[in-house]
């Protein structure tokens, strides 16, 4: 038992476990934090009226006079049994909700994810190419601004110009799924995309020419010039192959980050994701959407990590061999 709790896999899951754990705890905590209840969030100025009797009725029926230990873990036991709790606003359940936001969020963080490394590796490599030259200062700028200009600033205005000028704005009408009509969906899709993919791009700009220079620099790349290897086949098979694995990093932090990060971006562009129904839940006080929706996230993340962990192993054989 012993040399089991030990293996790696093990210390993985128990690491997972913890992580998931304080994400519930401090996300119960930081709601209950929050000034106002359920009660006079969905009533408004009507909750002044509530008489003693109704509110001490309405308190009962959420749950709300039990003590926080109760609460919390009441909401977890249900959480385990595949319960999320339920939505007074959306009135249907949690997971209902889940299912219909989850699928949103993730094409969007891959359209996203796509559209940064389409913008990004290629810069960083320009960049990388001829370092403290003209050609390298310009990408600099580029990732100065993605990293520089808020994500709701450039779609309001990308909206607002579209909007305009141009009258495209597939996002005023009503939301697409994908298998209702793809190409309205991908229209609605593509400007939040490009949003979110413009900031991430930066990051992964700047971690590939830093990779890049440093495998630039190892013995490897300077036998293989010697040997006479072409440019192109230099740079894609040995330099960009051999950066990778920051790069892979990097792409899987920025797509974790995605799944919980865009509530912004997809409330301005109405986009039904999992970010838009957390951030309903906050102002609504619906506290198990917003706790359950969390760990839904959280898991996502992790999975995301996981993921990331076995492109290593597919990527660079130096990490299977270890």
């Not at 913890?18 to 000034?35: D, E, S």
């Not at 779609?155 to 704005?169: G, K, P, R, W």
């Not at 797509?255 to 102002?283: D, H, K, N």
């Amino acid at each position: 038992m012993l040399h089991f709790l030990r293996h790696p896999l093990a210390r993985r899951l128990r690491d997972v476990v913890a992580t998931l754990f304080g994400v519930a705890v401090a996300v119960f905590v930081m709601l209950r934090a929050i000034p106002g209840d359920q009660i006079t969030a969905g009533l408004g100025t009507e909750a002044a009226a509530l008489t003693p009797a109704q509110r001490a009725a309405l308190t009962d029926y959420y749950g709300l006079d039990r003590p926080l230990p109760v609460q919390f873990f009441s909401w977890l036991g249900n959480v385990f049994t595949g319960n999320l709790g339920y939505s007074s606003r959306a009135q249907t359940s949690v997971v209902d909700l889940t299912l219909d936001a989850l699928p949103v969020t993730l094409e969007l963080a891959i359209l996203a994810i796509v559209l940064s490394l389409l913008i990004g590796i290629p810069l960083g490599l320009l960049s990388a190419s001829k370092p403290n030259s003209v050609r390298d200062a310009a990408g600099q700028v580029v990732g100065l601004a993605g990293l520089s200009i808020p994500s709701f600033l450039l779609a309001t205005v990308l909206l607002t110009v579209l909007a305009s000028t141009y009258h495209f704005n597939p996002n005023g009408k009503a939301f697409a799924t994908l298998v209702d009509d793809p190409w309205l969906n991908l229209q609605q899709m593509l400007l939040p995309a490009l949003v979110l993919g413009f900031g991430i791009a930066a990051p992964i700009m700047r971690t590939t020419r830093t990779a890049v220079l440093e495998v630039r620099s190892q013995d490897f790349i300077r036998t293989a010039v010697a040997k006479g290897v072409p440019p192109r086949r230099l740079q894609v098979r040995h330099v960009l192959r051999n950066a990778l694995v920051p790069i892979v990093t990097m792409a899987g932090l920025q797509f974790g980050y995605l799944l919980g990060g865009a509530v912004v971006v997809e409330q301005i562009f109405s986009v039904p994701g999992i970010g838009r129904q957390v951030l309903l839940g906050i102002q609504q006080k619906e506290y198990a959407v917003v706790q359950s929706t969390v760990l839904v996230i959280a898991v996502a993340f992790v999975l995301v990590n996981m993921a990331t962990d076995v492109l290593y192993r597919v990527i660079d054989p130096r990490v299977r061999a270890s």
